[in-house]
């Protein structure tokens, strides 16, 4: 009795069905699908998320921490207003002050005698160079390159002829 299928059922049953084994394709191939998504739409997030310290990476180092502590702040508060800020400040080039107050504190050491100590005989990327010593040396210590030799005084007259 149990070989009798019923005239009124119909004899294709839907793919979504569980087979007569119990497994069920629909139930797996979403199941992989919403992995699959969430997975994807995490990674779109946090690379959205983390464009304002890619951005500032090529920047200064004080700047680049200050955008990544933004995005840190935004991240953790959910308070928009911080990434944005963020990202703002990423896109604006910081004009250099350090540099050109360094160079005011060393010659104003320069001219009191005072002696400059190791780390300010480096260069901005802490390579010393040869006219970082040069410019850092007193003057009184500081070797003139030779002057070339004055060149033989010629008159006009014997060069026209």
């Given at each position: 009795m149990a070989d009798k299928m019923n005239p009124a059922a119909p004899h294709a049953l839907p793919a979504f069905l569980p087979g007569p084994d119990g497994s069920d394709t629909l139930l797996v191939v979403v199941g992989l699908f919403l992995l699959f998504s969430v997975f994807f739409v995490g990674v779109l997030f946090l690379r959205l998320h983390t464009l304002p310290e890619r951005?500032?990476?090529?920047?200064?180092?004080?700047?680049?921490?200050?955008?990544?502590?933004?995005?840190?702040?935004?991240?953790?508060?959910?308070?928009h207003i911080f990434w944005i800020a963020g990202l703002l400040l990423a896109m604006i080039d910081l004009?250099?002050?350090?540099?050109?107050?360094?160079?005011?504190?060393?010659?104003?050491?320069?001219?009191?005698?005072?002696?400059?100590?190791?780390?300010?005989?480096?260069?901005?990327?802490?390579?010393?160079?040869?006219?970082?010593?040069?410019?850092?040396?007193?003057?009184?210590?500081?070797?003139?390159?030779?002057?070339?030799?004055?060149?033989?005084?010629?008159?006009?007259?014997?060069?026209?002829?």
């Open positions: 951005m500032a990476h090529k920047s200064e180092k004080l700047q680049f921490e200050i955008v990544a502590v933004l995005g840190l702040i935004a991240l953790f508060t959910h308070m004009p250099d002050f350090a540099s050109p107050l360094g160079r005011i504190a060393r010659a104003l050491e320069k001219l009191a005698g005072i002696k400059p100590n190791k780390r300010d005989r480096e260069e901005y990327d802490g390579n010393p160079t040869v006219e970082a010593e040069a410019r850092l040396l007193p003057s009184h210590h500081h070797v003139a390159s030779p002057s070339p030799p004055p060149a033989a005084a010629t008159p006009a007259a014997e060069t026209r002829s």
